[in-house]
């Protein structure tokens, strides 16, 4: 995948970042836009989602009185809260209202807790419905049918959070998105169909790039918001300084080679230092849930990231493993395999 990378840069709605973003090693989110709605869990939100609470009358109302008390405790936690999730999940046609802008660029769109997932006509029906079940699983990882934590799922609906889907990287570069100003109107993640491998990474003898990508959205638009001061994705958090310590020091910029105990250690050096918490993030989450560990891909990525499996994460990176495992911040336990089926 390293012989993939390449030396073009596509116009982002912020920051300029590499157009492999959405390759095996990404840098940071494709697309983003400022986001002055973002609420953390400490303002704006009830906890326990007492804002959502009522939304999705009908099927939701009432199934989840009493329970998801004592928060953290893990089944159970958010039944209940907002909307709930059917997982029929169908393509329609892109919304209009102030999001209308994006259909003259896509023509294949899906809803999951109400992140948008958006997609070209080139790009396979399967492959769409894949990132969706991906995203809905990461979301709502007990399959209850309702988000874990209401609180990611409310900042990503105020940020306009969304899953991007061309079917080849040729293809987004080619598009006019962001000459028309329509990237403007999102916070969006790219995911390429030719990455895309609804079989899964083993069967398809390449890692299905859905699990890092959805992550990423999930990441930098739900949880970071959600967890300023554990997961924000900046220099003193709690999340940084654990990757300090996995990369050997804390640096700014790239160390010419980094120290031999260091078992993170990603050279890109169109990376930034926020741009490094979120692919630390990604390899800490997918290691834990085992999406690393088959085949030869401990092997393969061992070049970046050296604690591939679960049992290494515990051992090499307790730090994370700690803040990851800490059920307080409700994040998932098990990998998305897109069977989504809420009970």
């Known amino acids: 995948m390293l ?171 080619n598009s006019d998105i962001f000459e028309t100003g329509a990237a403007d109107l999102i916070a969006g993640q790219g995911l390429w169909g030719d990455e895309t491998f609804p079989e899964g990474s083993e069967a398809a003898g390449q890692f299905d790039a859905t699990l890092e990508e959805v992550l990423h959205l999930v990441t930098t638009e739900g949880v970071a918001p959600t967890h300023p001061d554990t997961f924000g994705i900046e220099s003193g958090t709690a999340i940084a300084d654990a990757m300090d310590l996995a990369r050997g020091g804390h640096f700014e910029a790239h160390p010419s080679s980094y120290p031999e105990e260091a078992w993170y250690h990603y050279d890109d050096t169109t990376c930034d230092y926020e741009c490094m918490i979120v692919e630390y993030y990604y390899w800490v989450q997918t290691s834990l849930l085992g999406a690393q560990d088959y085949g030869d891909r401990c092997d393969e990525i061992a070049v970046e990231w050296e604690a591939c499996t679960p049992e290494q994460v515990e051992s090499m990176d307790p730090t994370a493993h700690a803040l990851f495992t800490d059920p307080q911040y409700k994040l998932p336990t098990v990998l998305p395999d897109a069977d989504y089926s809420p009970m």
């Open 3 to 173: 012989s993939m990378l390449l030396e073009m840069t596509m116009k982002r709605a912020i920051v300029t970042l590499p157009l492999w973003c959405s390759l095996m090693i990404s840098c940071a989110p494709d697309w983003t836009k400022e986001n002055p709605g973002f609420t953390d869990s400490d303002e704006g939100l009830d906890e326990d989602g007492a804002e959502g609470e009522g939304e999705g009358e009908g099927e939701g109302e009432g199934e989840g009185e009493g329970e998801g008390e004592g928060e953290g405790e893990g089944e159970g936690e958010g039944e209940g809260e907002g909307e709930r999730e059917d997982g029929a999940f169908e393509i329609g046609t892109p919304p209009g209202g102030e999001l209308a802008p994006l259909k003259d660029h896509f023509e294949k769109y899906v809803s999951v807790f109400g992140v948008h997932i958006y997609a070209t006509a080139d790009t396979p029906d399967d492959k769409v419905l894949h990132c969706a079940r991906v995203l809905a699983q990461y979301l709502d990882n007990n399959e209850d049918g309702y988000a874990d934590d209401l609180n990611v799922v409310n900042n990503m609906n105020a940020a306009n959070a969304a899953m991007v889907m061309f079917a080849t990287e040729l293809q987004a570069e």
